[in-house]
């Protein structure tokens, strides 16, 4: 069993407290690191992954879990950062506006981690390696590398060789689905405590390093899934059905006609890239077709041409990239495209 070390902690009772709190850090220099569920930090705690001078706990706030419409009447639907995914799993709203969330929710982890886990600490989920999700000890005799420095001056990357960048992987499920949801966040700070809305896309950089662009100081509050007509549906790989992470998981959104024309099409992976990875040049492949077996397959193998699974999670890249265009079909073929599932 590997203990905890030393750590300040706060528990803040309102989020104005958290803010005020992850303020006077930032301004001090000290770095602080939010807990939500505690279901991937702590372990990364454990195995000296990271050491922040403070952690601010979020368990005493209340107000930020559960979901909601929109009181503007637009349809979108409001989720708390801190509903736990055992919640977003199940709430009736979730499953009635975005069923596609609620599922990939219930496919994460197990039902007790479920249970703690919230959907915040879901978007801001470190990078995963297998060079660097190991004891320090395990590190160490590894040479460490760019995520985990050690002494060297120019540590190296396992993954890449002489890459001088951590190509660590996003690895949560839920990413990928609400940016083909098109999904916004509130980000919240002690100068704007009601939050500014940005693109979730806009949350995550390709650096496994730092991953996200929120500044010191900011926190998640809310994500709005717009009310739209797209279709969306989650395929996730993984060795069981059951406790691990993805080491790919492929989102699809359709927007079609009544015919069944496709007027646009996104599909995001993780489990790829440092962050969610959207396909580029689908609209030749799909856009003004209708997606029958012939034009899936396509999209398919363009999705294959675009996404390079990389070994940060063991060495079976090439199985990986052939899953892609398996899982593509799968996901269009949940969506009533292509003829089969
Ligand atoms: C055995 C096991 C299996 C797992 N399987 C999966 C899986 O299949 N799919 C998957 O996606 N994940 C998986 N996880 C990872 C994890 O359980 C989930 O991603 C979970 O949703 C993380 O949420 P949390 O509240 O526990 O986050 P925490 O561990 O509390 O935090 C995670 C990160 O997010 C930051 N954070 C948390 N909340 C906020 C916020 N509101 N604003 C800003 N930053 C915040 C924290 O500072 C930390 O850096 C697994 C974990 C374990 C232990
Ligand atoms: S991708 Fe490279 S630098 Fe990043 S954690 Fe893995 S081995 Fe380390």
Not at 34 to 61: F, H, M, W
Not at 112 to 121: D, F, N, W
Not at 270 to 284: F, I, S, Y
Not at 323 to 337: S, Y
Request: proline letters at 6%; aromatic letters at 2%; glycine letters at 10%.
């Amino acid at each position: 069993m590997l203990p905890l070390p030393n750590l300040e902690v706060e528990v803040p009772r309102s989020l104005e407290e958290a803010l005020t709190i992850l303020a006077r850090a930032a301004a001090e220099g000290r770095r602080a690191r939010v807990l939500a569920g505690g279901t991937d930090l702590v372990p990364n705690l454990k195995r000296g992954q990271e050491a922040p001078a403070l952690l601010v706990s979020l368990a005493a706030l209340r107000g930020l879990d559960g979901a909601s419409e929109a009181p503007d009447g637009s349809g979108a639907l409001h989720v708390g950062a801190l509903t736990r995914l055992a919640d977003v799993a199940r709430h009736p709203l979730v499953r009635a506006r975005a069923a596609v969330l609620a599922r990939a929710a219930s496919l994460i982890a197990s039902p007790q981690i479920r249970e703690m886990a919230t959907l915040g600490g879901n978007l801001c989920l470190d990078t995963r390696c297998r060079h660097v999700n190991q004891t320090e000890f395990w590190r160490d005799a590894l040479g460490n590398c760019i995520k985990a420095p050690g002494a060297q001056a120019a540590p190296p990357c396992h993954v890449v060789q002489g890459g001088r960048r951590c190509v660590a992987s996003a690895s949560a499920d839920l990413p990928p689905v609400l940016v083909a949801l098109g999904a916004r966040v509130t980000i919240a700070s002690a100068s704007s405590p009601g939050g500014r809305t940005v693109e979730l896309a806009s949350l995550y950089r390709n650096d496994g390093v730092a991953p996200l662009t929120l500044a010191a100081g900011e926190l998640l509050t809310e994500v709005i899934v717009p009310a739209s007509a797209w279709r969306v549906a989650y395929q996730k790989l993984r060795a069981r059905q059951a406790i691990d992470f993805p080491v790919l998981g492929v989102a699809v959104a359709v927007d079609a006609d009544e015919a069944g024309i496709c007027r646009a099409l996104r599909v995001v992976a993780t489990g790829v890239t440092p962050a969610p990875r959207a396909v580029a040049k689908l609209d030749a492949v799909a856009v003004g077709k209708r997606l029958d077996r012939e034009v899936v397959a396509a999209i398919g193998a363009r999705c294959r041409d675009g996404l390079h699974p990389l070994s940060t999670f063991g060495d079976d890249t090439e199985w990986r990239r052939d899953m892609i265009p398996v899982l593509v079909r799968r996901a269009l073929g949940e969506l009533g495209f292509g003829g089969q599932a």
